[in-house]
């Protein structure tokens, strides 16, 4: 399954342009209220009250300080720039998350026949290279990729990145592998997950599985917990730094954390 979505070209013109305009909002503020008026027309993801919008900032104990924010349904993103301060790693957080949001909004943003074919004709490259280099045959995944997003026609960008990140998770973990051993239809995996969030109990049961092969390869040295988790930090830096959005590699870090936690000290050496 593709690990990174289509984005259209015209997002970097927007992005110059916005850059400039959102330099006088005070953009914490701008996307707060955006959330919450697009909450109050009936099109956020989030209920009445309570924060729409909620800001994590990473302890550090000097700079560059990083800050992440994560919108309502789940879209993720992180200062992406060089932040002096905790309250400028803030500021960075909510300038690309509101770039982002607002951008969504528009019309080429929407799932449509158009869309679908210059999305999976952009996923059908990327894979061809990875192919290659895994000697993996890409058709399954192609094919899974397409039937998600006919199944989402309507929906905007984001909204479809919400869903996708549950199934690259499913994926990186290999339950997409084991439900297809169960001989489970594309259909019925698409149909159960796409009514299903991603909660504490989904990403608990992720972390004792990696528990568990940590300590099933403890007599060989274990490790494998430990390459992983920096396979995830790495991830998760390139796209913050990127500006994407970054909630997949954001929660394959956070399930191997608890991960991490969950196996015994001495499987981790």
Not at 33 to 38: A, M, N, R
Not at 59 to 85: E, K
Not at 119 to 137: N, W, Y
Not at 228 to 234: G, P, S, V
């Amino acid at each position: 399954m593709p690990n990174k979505l289509f984005l259209d070209s015209n997002f970097q013109k927007y992005n110059n342009t916005a850059d400039g305009v959102l330099s006088t909002v005070n953009v914490v503020e701008a996307l707060q209220e955006f959330w919450q008026v697009k909450a109050s027309r009936g099109g956020g993801a989030a209920g009445g009250g309570g924060a729409l919008v909620i800001y994590e900032s990473v302890p550090a104990a000097h700079p560059p300080y990083v800050c992440y924010v994560t919108l309502p349904g789940g879209a993720c993103f992180g200062s992406f720039q060089n932040c002096p301060t905790k309250a400028e790693a803030r500021r960075s957080a909510a300038k690309i998350a509101l770039m982002n949001s607002v951008f969504n909004e528009h019309e080429s943003r929407r799932i449509s026949e158009h869309f679908i074919e210059k999305a999976v004709a952009e996923a059908r490259a990327s894979f061809a290279g990875d192919a290659a280099a895994h000697h993996q045959d890409p058709s399954a995944g192609i094919a899974a990729f397409r039937f998600m997003l006919e199944a989402n026609k309507g929906r905007t960008m984001l909204e479809f990145q919400e869903l996708m990140t549950v199934f690259q998770l499913l994926h990186w973990n290999g339950s997409l592998r084991a439900m297809r051993e169960r001989q489970c239809s594309r259909q019925e995996v698409v149909a159960h997950y796409s009514a299903r969030a991603l909660d504490d109990a989904m990403r608990e049961q992720m972390a004792r599985e990696w528990a568990a092969r940590e300590r099933e390869a403890a007599a060989t040295g274990g490790g494998v917990l430990r390459g992983e988790l920096a396979r995830a930090e790495r991830e998760l830096r390139a796209a913050r730094l990127a500006a994407r959005e970054l909630r997949f590699p954001k929660e394959k870090r956070d399930i191997l954390l608890l991960a991490a936690r969950l196996a015994p000290p001495q499987q981790q050496q």
